[in-house]
T-cell receptor, first 116, second 116 residues
Framework: GAVVSQHPSWVICKSGTSVKIECRSL??????MFWYRQFPKQSLMLMAT?????????EQGVEKDKFLINHASLTLSTLTVTSAHPEDSSFYIC????????????FGPGTRLTVL | AQTVTQSQPEMSVQEAETVTLSCTYD???????LFWYKQPPSRQMILVIR??????QNATENRFSVNFQKAAKSFSLKISDSQLGDAAMYFC?????????????FGQGTTLQVKP
């Protein structure tokens, strides 16, 4: 199956700093990637759709200035949590469809962010 | 708006037995895809099975099969001959085809415990 990687797998940062999370499709090109947030024992909540070559589309209630998304190439999307606060601590997961946007999505292993 | 509901927060099954996880959804679209994803303690999302709404035949993948009732908007997952490695959180997910955004809408999840 297709492989999606995320880096880092976990990060601890101080309140007020910014953190960048990378999502890479390793063996396929992805014009679209998705970013999710997951709290412990809860479901995945879609934050935004990352589009290569254009602006990301954010879901209602997601602060676009807080969560900056850049789809730099056909294999890389980044999520930057700016001025992170303890309430931003969560598990962030990216996914990418291989081929059409309606194809099966492949998920990265996730990034655990802890903001002190 | 589309919604996905999993009404069983937790389920348990004896090893080698069969268990069924429930999922209902609501949509006004005629063409869509339904998925079951598994999330083990590692938190890596793994595709279990995929169903295209236009196909009447229920999808099957080895010990995993679905009961897709389009009129009732029901999409249950049956796990046969349960194994200890099946213990995980299972998510039902929906993706609309007509909107072509690829967005996945997840249910709340069901935690499956497999007893030896």
């Amino acid at each position: 199956g297709a492989v999606v990687s995320q880096h880092p797998s976990w990060v601890i940062c101080k309140s007020g700093t910014s953190v960048k999370i990378e999502c890479r499709s390793l063996d396929f090109q992805a014009t679209t990637m998705f970013w999710y947030r997951q709290f412990p024992k809860q479901s995945l909540m879609l934050m935004a759709t990352s589009n290569e070559g254009s602006k990301a589309t954010y879901e209602q209630g997601v602060e676009k200035d807080k969560f900056l998304i850049n789809h730099a190439s056909l294999t890389l999307s980044t999520l930057t949590v700016t001025s992170a606060h303890p309430e931003d601590s969560s598990f962030y997961i990216c996914s990418a469809p291989r081929g059409r946007t309606t194809d099966t999505q492949y998920f990265g292993p996730g990034t655990r962010l802890t903001v002190l | 708006a589309q919604t996905v509901t999993q009404s069983q927060p937790e389920m348990s099954v004896q090893e080698a037995e069969t268990v069924t996880l429930s999922c209902t959804y609501d949509t006004s679209e005629s063409d869509y895809y339904l998925f079951w994803y598994k999330q083990p303690p590692s938190r890596q999302m793994i595709l279990v099975i995929r169903q295209e709404a236009y196909k009447q035949q229920n999808a099957t993948e080895n010990r995993f099969s679905v009961n897709f009732q389009k009129a009732a908007k029901s999409f249950s997952l049956k796990i046969s001959d349960s194994q200890l490695g099946d213990a995980a959180m299972y998510f039902c997910a929906y993706a609309g085809s007509s909107s072509n955004t690829g967005k996945l809408i997840f249910g709340q999840g069901t935690t499956l415990q497999v007893k030896p």
